[in-house]
């Protein structure tokens, strides 16, 4: 038993090594992917005006590299760029630019962004769950819990919303007391 020992240690860390290696590649291929769209969409929307589907995607680009002011820049063209884009998209650039300027703690104006969302998605989980978020940052408790429990009525098993509306409704109950 002894002797196995030393190759029971070897194999387990080869296993690791290996496990690390496959992460790593995964990682650097997508990263690669990323860098590959960023650099295209860069320079043909330097060149010429794109579509609001390209200014969206590369100012999601901009806001994985947490440079939110450029992403701000970038959802505003995508807004301009097609005056017949789809409520749902349209909802979807409002979300983004509301969570850049909250990024930015600049919380009142990514309400009135997550606010323009759901005029046009009322339905739109991610927004509502987004605005709860910065009216708790807000302290503005029971807006919150509005915003959550509305999620709720459109999507009774959103983790985040069914844990954040918990919380805040033990923080309501203790405050009263």
């Known amino acids: 038993m002894k002797e196995q020992l030393p190759v029971i240690y070897i194999s387990v860390l080869l296993i690791i090594l290996i496990f690390a290696v496959i992460f790593v590649l995964r990682e650097v291929i997508k990263t690669r992917r990323s860098e590959n769209i960023f650099s295209k969409l860069q320079s043909k929307l330097k060149k010429e005006k794109g579509t609001s589907k390209e200014y969206y995607e590369l100012g999601s680009l901009y806001l994985d590299k ?7 820049s970038l959802f505003q063209k995508a807004l301009k760029a097609d005056k017949e884009i789809e409520p749902e998209n349209q909802a979807l650039i409002h979300n983004a630019m509301g969570y850049a300027y909250f990024a930015q703690e600049q919380y009142d104006i990514a309400i009135r962004q997550y606010k323009d969302a ?3 998605y009322p339905e739109y989980v991610v927004a509502l769950n987004n605005l709860g978020n910065v009216y708790e940052k807000k302290q503005m408790i029971p807006q919150a819990l509005e915003c959550y429990e509305t999620a709720l009525t459109s999507e009774p098993d959103n983790k985040i919303a069914k844990r954040r509306a918990e919380s805040l409704r033990k923080r309501l109950v203790t405050s009263d007391n």
């Open 66 to 72: 947490k440079l939110f002011v450029q992403s701000i």
């Open 118 to 120: 759901l005029k046009l």
